[in-house]
């Protein structure tokens, strides 16, 4: 450890490389000095919550996790990684309500929908659906395919196909016509 250089990026790469390593041992000695001489980097706080789950410590970790909402807002990358720890950590409903905070793209609303599923809370992919719908008045192709995507997970198959068959184009295309086929057959109409 008195090797490592004094600089934030190589105290997180060693203690990342002892976490896969499964050396919760030189793993905890690394992130306790990563946290005393780093402490307000956020950085370091999620390598200690992912230090604390790996340790079986959840309790800790959701902690750690707790007091990075805040620095997640300035920091959207910060968001998608705090989001997938409480993921790891099975709170899939935080990770989703963590993401829902602050503007929306379409990553943030596949990672809503997705870890939602995870849980298996239909009732709040439903939620996500009617706010991208909201937020889709002239949907591009990957938005049209994404809200196909939701509607099916939902079971709303009409309305899958109505945005699988509303992608006018593009890479989109040949997975809509795919996903349309798949609902068809859901909806009792396999000979179209």
């Avoid at 990342?16 to 990563?34: G, M």
């Avoid at 370091?44 to 800790?60: C, F, I, P, T, Y």
């Avoid at 996790?65 to 409480?86: M, N, T």
Wanted: charged share 30%; aromatic share 6%.
């Amino acid at each position: 450890i008195a090797a490592i250089p004094e600089r934030l990026e190589a105290w997180l790469a060693f203690g990342e490389f002892a976490q896969q390593l499964q050396r919760n041992d030189l793993a905890e000695k690394i992130v306790t000095q990563v946290v005393a001489r780093f402490p307000d980097e956020p950085a370091v706080a999620l390598l200690h919550a992912s230090q604390l789950r790996e340790a079986g410590k959840n309790d800790e970790a959701r902690k750690v996790l707790a007091g990075l909402a805040e620095p997640s807002l300035r920091l959207p990358e910060l968001g998608f990684a705090i989001a997938r720890e409480y993921s790891e950590l099975g709170d899939h409903a935080a990770a989703a309500a963590l993401l829902a905070r602050g503007p929306q793209s379409d990553r943030s609303y596949i990672l809503r929908a997705a870890y939602l599923a995870e849980g298996d809370d239909k009732a709040g992919v439903g939620l996500v659906y009617e706010e991208l719908k909201r937020d889709s008045a002239a949907p591009d192709p990957g938005r049209r395919l994404l809200l196909g995507q939701v509607a099916e997970f939902i079971e709303r198959h009409d309305e899958a196909l109505e945005w699988y068959t509303g992608v006018p184009g593009g890479p989109q295309r040949w997975q809509a016509r795919l996903r349309a086929a798949t609902v068809l057959h859901k909806l009792k109409r396999a000979d179209e």
